[in-house]
């Protein structure tokens, strides 16, 4: 790393990660940003389910008003999924010395593919309990997911977890505790693709292709595209991620992500009765 690269690197913004402290309460930016999400994606799934229009025989699934209580149950497996994600499928050893800071997740520490099984798991008992189709319910919710990828993201970036690489890029960042030398600021790749540019991808095919009215075609598309951008994230991502073949390019992310970027491409290719607007 040249000393002209780290005079070009952006210096990490002085972020305080607690957002608001009232006596003992404390309200960090990393809950807040979650929290974000999960409102924003609340506020998108109503507007969905108002459109008649975008479902087959212009027939919502189910109605607005019951996406409140889907959103506690989705909220509860994002939270228990992603937590356990983490502990189980990148730091198994650690947490199994030190059990009780599984409970710390406001130091961070949240798996997407463990949050993505935890929320199939409470959109298929949720379809069950309400008998509502489970492909549409898991339609609606992939619609949504991206602008919670999109602030868990940024949230990643307050905390400064999952770090890039060193670069010589000059929008490399210098990230506090990890060496002068910048680093791509991977968090914000992924909020880039797999929460905004994939919310508007998932957008074009609801809104301009109907892809709602053919059940299980958005919740394919959503995991095709997630898996893709998130293999392309991994090539940027620290050494601390990758596999057990330390010199390999292949990193746990892609493990996880390949056979499901596979699966979904499929399964929209095989579901999928393109109508018009």
């Known amino acids: ?9 952006i210096p ?4 305080d990660p607690v957002a608001l402290q009232l006596g003992p309460l404390i309200v960090r930016w990393y809950g807040l940003a979650y929290v974000a999400g999960l409102l924003l994606g609340w506020l998108y799934l109503k507007r ?3 459109t008649p229009r975008l479902w087959r025989d212009d027939t919502p699934p189910f109605s607005p008003i019951m996406v409140d209580d889907l959103f506690v149950w989705v909220a509860a497996g994002v939270i228990i999924g992603g937590r356990l994600g983490h502990v189980l499928l990148y730091q198994p050893g650690y947490y199994l010395s030190h059990p009780i800071e599984i409970l710390y ?4 520490g949240m798996a997407f593919h463990g949050g993505m099984l935890g929320t199939i798991l409470a959109m298929w008992l949720f379809a069950r309990r309400h008998a509502i189709p489970a492909l549409s319910v898991m339609d609606s919710v992939s619609a ?6 999109f602030f868990g993201r940024i949230a990643n970036f307050i905390n400064v977890e999952v770090v890039g690489r060193e670069t010589s890029a000059p929008w490399g960042v210098i990230f506090p505790g990890w060496g002068p030398a910048p680093r791509h600021p991977v968090q914000l790749y992924e ?13 074009y095919l609801v809104y301009r292709h109907r892809a ?3 059940p299980g075609v958005i919740g394919a598309a ?16 620290y050494d601390e991620y990758r596999t057990i073949v330390a010199e390999g390019w292949l990193t746990t992310g892609m493990i996880y992500s390949i056979p499901m970027a596979l699966f979904g491409f499929v399964a929209m290719l095989v579901l999928w009765r393109p109508k018009a607007a």
Request: with cysteine; glycine share 10%.
């Open 105 to 108: 997740v406001w130091q961070g």
């Open 222 to 237: 959503f995991l095709a595209g997630y898996g893709g951008f998130r293999v392309i994230c991994e090539f940027f991502k």
């Open 212 to 214: 709602l009215a053919s």
């Open 12 to 15: 990490f913004p002085a972020i």
């Open 48 to 50: 969905l389910l108002a």
């Open 144 to 149: 949504a997911v991206p602008i919670g990828l």
């Open 191 to 203: 909020a880039a693709l797999e929460g905004l540019l994939l919310f508007l991808i998932l957008r």
């Open 1 to 9: 790393m040249s000393p002209f690269a780290s005079l070009l690197a």
